[in-house]
C-alpha cells in the first residue's frame, strides 16, 4: 500500500477510540499496510550532526512508538530519524483510560498516558532483533517509573541497557503526566541525573549521544540554567519541546479542560519561541530538536531557522498519516532551494 492510500483511509480509522485507533494504527504498521516511502530524499536535506549522518531532519516523536514494535515500518516511510519510547525500567500500566482526546478543531492532542510502557527489557529485545543497517537513526527515549525514589539511579541503569542498541538516547525529564517528573528539571537534580548517567557511559565501549527532553512552559530562569547545565557537561542537545500544560484562550474543542499534555498545532508557536531562545542561550553549541506543531514543510523550516537541526512530528502525522512525510520533505527542500540555501546546516537559527 502506498502512503498516500495509507492516510486516505485514516477517516475510517479516526471512528475509533483515539487510543483503539492509535493501536490499530500500529498493527498495520507491523502488517506492512501503512506502505513505504520509495523517493529518494533532495541531497539539500541531508545533515550531519552529534557524529551521526541523517538523510532528513524530519524524524517521528517519542509516544507514538513506546514500546519499539513498529520501529522498522515507521523509518520506511521516510523519517530520517524514528525516537520510540518512553521506556521505564519495569513495565508500568500508565493512567487510567481514557487517557488520549483528539482536539480536532484545534488540529491538537491531549494526552495523560503516563509512560504506560511493557518495560526496558521488552523494549531492548525488539531494538536488538532489529536488521542492521537501519535505514534511518534510531532514538530511545527513556523516562522513570511513577514509584521510582531513586531517578539518579534509574536513567543511568536505563541508558546501559539501550547504549548499544540506539544511535541517541533521550532523557526525558519533563513529561507532564508522571507526577514530580518535570520537578526533575531543576538545576540540582538535572545535573545529578547527567553526572550519573554520564558516568555510566565512560564504562561503555558503545557510547551514543545523550539528550535531554524539555518542557514548554519553563520560565526563564530555568531554561538559562538547563542550557548552562547541559553546556558544563558532555550533553549533546536539547529536544525543544515535551507537551504543554498550557491551555491557549484560542482553544476551541470541548475537550480542551481534559487533563495531560497538549500537543499539536496550538503547541507551534510557544514551542518556536523557546526554541529560538535555547538556540540563542546555547550559541549553537547544543544540538536542538524541533518539536511541537509541526505538519508541514513550512513550520518545519520555522523549526530549523530558530535554531533545530533537527525536528520531530507526532500530532501531525496522527492526522494526516503516512503521506505526511514526502510531502514534508518535499516542500522543505523547495522551501531551502527557494531560498538559495545549499545545505540544510545553513539555514540553522537564520531566524534566531
Known sequence: MLPALASALMPLVRGLDPERAHEVALRALQLGLAGR???????????????LEFRNPLGLAAGFDKNAV????????????????????????????????RLEEDR?????????????????????????????????????NKDSTTPEADYPALYQRVAALADYVTINVSSP??????????????????????????????????LVKIAPDLAEAAVE?????????????????????????????????????????PLFEPSTELLRRVHRLSRGRLVLVGAGGVESGETAYAKIRAGA?????????????????????????????????????DAIGADA
Open 37 to 51: 516511502d520509495r523517493g529518494e530524499d533532495d541531497p539539500v536535506l541531508a545533515v550531519r550532526a552529534m557524529g
Open 70 to 101: 513498529a520501529v522498522l515500518p515507521l523509518m520506511r516511510l521516510g523519517f530520517g530519524l524514528v525516537e520510540c519510547g518512553t521506556a521505564t525500567l519495569r513495565p508500568q500500566p500508565g493512567n487510567p483510560r481514557p487517557r488520549l482526546f
Open 108 to 144: 491538537a492532542v491531549i494526552n495523560r498516558f503516563g509512560f504506560n510502557n511493557e518495560g526496558i527489557e521488552a523494549y531492548a529485545a525488539r531494538l536488538a532483533a532489529l536488521p542492521r543497517p537501519l535505514p534511518a537513526v534510531l532514538g530511545a527515549n527513556i523516562g522513570i
Open 177 to 210: 503526566n508522571t507526577p514530580g517528573l518535570r520537578d526533575l528539571q531543576g538545576e540540582a537534580r538535572l545535573a545529578a541525573i547527567l553526572d550519573a548517567t554520564l558516568a555510566a557511559r565512560a564504562e561503555l565501549k558503545r557510547r551514543p549521544p545523550v
Open 225 to 265: 540554567a538547563i542550557v548552562g547545565t547541559c553546556l558544563d557537561r558532555d550533553v549533546a542537545g536539547l529536544i525543544v519541546s515535551n507537551t504543554t500544560i498550557a491551555r491557549p484562550a484560542t482553544l476551541r474543542s470541548a475537550k480542551a479542560a481534559e487533563a495531560g499534555g497538549l500537543s499539536g498545532r
Open 309 to 345: 537541526t533537527l525536528v520531530q512530528t507526532y500530532a501531525g502525522f496522527a492526522y494526516a498519516g503516512p503521506a505526511l512525510i514526502p510531502r514534508i520533505k518535499r516542500d522543505l527542500a523547495a522551501l531551502l532551494r527557494r531560498d538559495g540555501v545549499k545545505t540544510l546546516s
